[in-house]
């Protein structure tokens, strides 16, 4: 499982731009008034070579006559739970105050791996800008710049580069790895049971039964697959057990890991928010998707048609996933579950030859030329294949980061529409620069030698 990188400080320190520089992101919101961050945001990170996940925290403030508020407990033990790791951030710019002081007594309770960093010390010395920070007895405190980057670098790769304890990476076998999400008492486990052939999990109405992450090696057209049973994902305001919120992280490992995942929805209920939720979780860690639509029998035409409009309108970010619609209960079109998460798997695994990608660039830039960049054409020369799970298409030419998102996500759908991807996304990275493929032509003014050996110019 992806180790958990947790953000804690007091509100306005700068966690939320902390968490967009190591998630590479724009989602936290970043602003001069405290306390824009109120519920947790979940990133995927990877500076180096060990992927994490990072957790972006509301910020820890109290009255400092109520400094033993049982709100700040309750968040502190909270994030502690879910994290292998606690960066803790404080302001130079404010200085040390109290409520620095009483979270830094919870966290030393504790027996988390807690880093102190000192944020926005840009321009000044490391020793003058952390000395004020020693009394917190953390550790040696950290000079760092979350809106410049200074530091933030170091730091990562000192925690990650030589640690034991993170070397552990995502299965990157050929055993498909299926995972099950969705919102509380969909039928999650049913379907893991009913795929599985057996009662392997525990099925109750009661919503939040699963608490943990739930591995189950199935066979399928015999050959070896992984699925994995998640806990249901509600609303944030919903969660109020601390063990329920530390399933939301053991939910989204479960999903990094995974090839695919089945997001399962309740066709009694229809789409809500937390479905979308959901699946644009599973499609910012960009895992291949099947949609599960349960509880499908006894729902009349009309209430079906209108199911389906919901779901192509509320979920229409999703790469074209394909919709099964089931009875886990009674086992209706059970069957052909497997074999659209072995679709979307291959989708996700799929080679593509370069000669191949370059041609269809070279279709899709014909059929829709790329904006202008003030006034100068941008020319989109090859492309190439540089990842799978999901397939990353690496696109070389000039001007090519100028290349506006809106053109991006036409060559991803153009792309997936040529290659007959399902609900699988494609990520596009572009290079400035000439094709290493082609031979490099030979520079005339070089020397080069004669039969004999003997080395002449032109």
Do not use: C
């Not at 105050?97 to 009483?102: A, K, N, T």
């Amino acid at each position: 499982m992806l180790p958990v990188v947790s953000l804690v400080g007091r509100p306005n320190v700068g966690k939320s731009t902390l968490f967009n520089r190591l998630t590479r992101t724009r989602d936290a919101l970043v602003d001069d008034q405290p306390g824009v961050t109120r519920d947790r945001l979940y990133g995927k990170s990877k500076m180096g070579s060990i992927p994490f996940l990072v957790v972006d925290t509301g910020g820890l403030e109290a009255d400092i006559d109520q400094i033993f508020a049982s709100e700040i407990r309750d968040q502190v033990e909270q994030v502690l739970l879910e994290s292998d790791i606690v960066f803790f951030i404080v302001d130079l710019a404010q200085g040390l105050v109290p409520q620095d002081i009483e979270i830094a007594r919870f966290l030393r309770q504790n027996n988390s791996r807690i880093y102190l960093l000192v944020n926005k010390s840009e321009g000044v010395e490391d020793e003058l800008a952390t000395s004020e920070f020693q009394e917190l007895a953390l550790g040696e405190p950290l000079a760092v710049s979350a809106k410049r980057g200074d530091g933030i670098q170091s730091l990562v790769d000192s925690i990650f580069l030589n640690s034991e304890a993170f070397t552990e990476q995502v299965d990157a076998g050929k055993t498909p790895v299926i995972s099950i999400a969705g919102r509380p008492n969909v039928g999650k486990s049913t379907l893991t049971n009913r795929l599985a052939g057996e009662s392997r999990v525990i099925v109750s109405d009661v919503p939040g039964t699963t608490r943990d992450s739930v591995q189950i090696p199935i066979t399928f057209q015999g050959e070896p697959m992984i699925i994995i049973d998640t806990a249901g994902v509600r609303k944030k305001a919903r969660v109020n057990e601390v063990i329920e919120k530390f399933s939301v992280i053991k939910t989204l490992q479960a999903i990094e890991r995974s090839h695919v995942t089945l997001l399962v929805l309740d066709a009694s209920v229809g789409v809500e928010s937390q479905d979308s939720s959901i699946a644009g979780m599973v499609h910012d860690l960009g895992r291949s998707i099947v949609i599960i639509v349960n509880k499908w029998d006894g729902r009349n035409n009309h209430q079906k048609n209108q199911l389906r409009k919901d779901i192509t309108q509320k979920l229409s970010f999703l790469p074209d996933p394909e919709i099964i619609t089931i009875s886990a209960l009674h086992g209706s079109k059970i069957k052909d579950v497997l074999p659209a998460a072995k679709r979307a798997y291959d989708s996700a695994m799929i080679d593509i030859a370069t000669s191949s990608l370059s041609r269809t660039l070279e279709h899709a830039v014909t059929q829709t030329p790329p904006p202008m960049n003030n006034q100068r054409p941008v020319r989109l020369k090859f492309a190439h294949q540089a990842g799978k799970n999901p397939p990353i298409i690496v696109i070389h030419g000039n001007q090519v980061d100028a290349l506006p998102e809106s053109y991006r996500r036409y060559l991803a759908r153009y792309f997936s529409g040529f290659y007959r991807l399902v609900g699988t996304p494609i990520r596009i990275i572009t290079r400035t620069g000439d094709n290493p493929f082609k031979s490099r032509k030979p520079n005339l003014t070089e020397p080069f030698k004669t039969r004999s050996g003997r080395r002449r110019k032109l």
